[in-house]
């Protein structure tokens, strides 16, 4: 079974300070890992990631990914209280076509 | 221009009843998805479709049946509503053709059943 494991579950950390969330699956048929921010509604997309050791940036928030120890993690440096969401990963499964969720870290940023 | 859009946005129906909810996207994509969001905030696929097609039937209970008329639209239908039901019901769509895209998400439908 298709199984994402992200931690922390919850993150409480003051603004200005640099975080890093986790990311582990385990999935058949792996094509690509997604990052997904979720506030109120809708998850909006931060990143894909398809290739190993290749880091992806946008602004404060970078990305990378390892294909051989299966796992990812997003970088924010400078943190702002907007930064404040649940912050979701998801493997996406060729052929499927379809996204694995973990069951998201909620990151609080204090102002 | 909302790129992915639901309605009802909020649902609070009894058990035993019958309720649709009904998603269109303007993005042009081939792939449209029905996720559910529980309680815990988990985000599990229910089913998609492709062109049409549906592509992943995913254990979903025989009471909800998805409907897509045309490849802008995806509805969800469920029939005798059980408190289980209670949850956020997000649409999204993707372009898969040559190879899979990010998915887009509709805003959420809170369905609340009493």
């Known amino acids: 079974e298709d199984k994402v494991v992200q931690s922390p579950l919850s993150l409480v950390v003051h603004e200005g300070d640099t975080v890093t969330l986790n990311c582990s699956y385990e999935?058949?048929?792996?094509?690509?890992l997604l990052w997904y921010k979720q506030e109120k509604k809708a998850p909006t997309f931060l990143f894909m990631l398809?290739?190993?050791?290749i880091e992806k940036k946008s602004g404060r928030l970078s990305s990378i990914l390892d294909k051989k120890e299966l796992f990812s993690i997003l970088n924010i440096t400078a943190t702002q209280t907007g930064d404040s969401a649940i912050y979701l990963c998801?493997?996406?499964?060729?052929?499927?076509?379809?996204?694995?969720f973990g069951q998201g870290t909620r990151l609080t940023i204090n102002p | 221009d909302t790129a992915v859009s639901q309605t009802p946005k909020y649902l609070v129906t009894q058990m035993g009843n019958d309720k649709s909810i009904k998603c269109e996207q303007n993005?042009?994509?081939?792939?449209m998805y029905w996720y559910k969001q529980d309680s815990k905030k988990f985000l599990k696929i229910m089913f998609s479709?492709?062109?049409?097609?549906?592509?992943i039937n995913e254990t979903v209970p025989n009471r909800f049946s998805p409907k897509s008329p045309d490849k802008a639209h995806l509805n969800l239908h469920i029939n005798s509503l059980e408190l289980g039901d209670s949850a956020v019901y997000f649409c999204?769509?993707?372009?898969?053709?040559?190879?899979?895209?990010?998915?887009?998400f509709g805003e959420g439908s809170r369905l609340t059943v009493l």
């Open positions: 998801a493997p996406l499964i060729q052929g499927a076509q379809k996204l694995v």
């Open positions: 999935v058949t048929n792996f094509r690509s």
């Open positions: 398809t290739s190993s050791g």
């Open positions: 479709y492709n062109n049409k097609e549906l592509i």
């Open positions: 999204a769509s993707s372009h898969t053709s040559g190879g899979a895209g990010e998915l887009f």
């Open positions: 993005l042009g994509h081939d792939t």
